[in-house]
């Protein structure tokens, strides 16, 4: 059987999980929610990137990713200016982008990703 590991763990949750070789990052929310939907999404993309790194792997080992949009009609082309501009050369994951109804009023944009560990 193999091994879970769970990091930034707390009662409710876990910021990522990794079992068989993926690590699965929970849904990343800005901590700064004053910005506008490209300051969030790149403070978004950073935690993943931690949360990836902490796990053993990086942005080009990316599966998928699921993004959640406060607006979509409004903030969708800041997101993907950013998104784009963040993803490895020739690694896009599969993706889905929605538009929801987020948990608190001022989070523009959650994501949610997948990737295989490098370890």
Partial sequence: MSKI??????KRRSRAVVYNGIVFVGGQTADDRSQDIRGQTQQVL???ERFLAEAGTE???????????RDIAKDFAGMNEIWDAWTAPNSAPTRATAQCTMGAPDVLVEIVVTAAVSR
């Fill in 5 to 10: 590991e769970r990091i930034s763990t707390d």
């Fill in 46 to 48: 950073a935690k993943i």
């Fill in 59 to 69: 942005k080009s080992r990316l599966l998928s990713a699921q993004i959640w949009i």
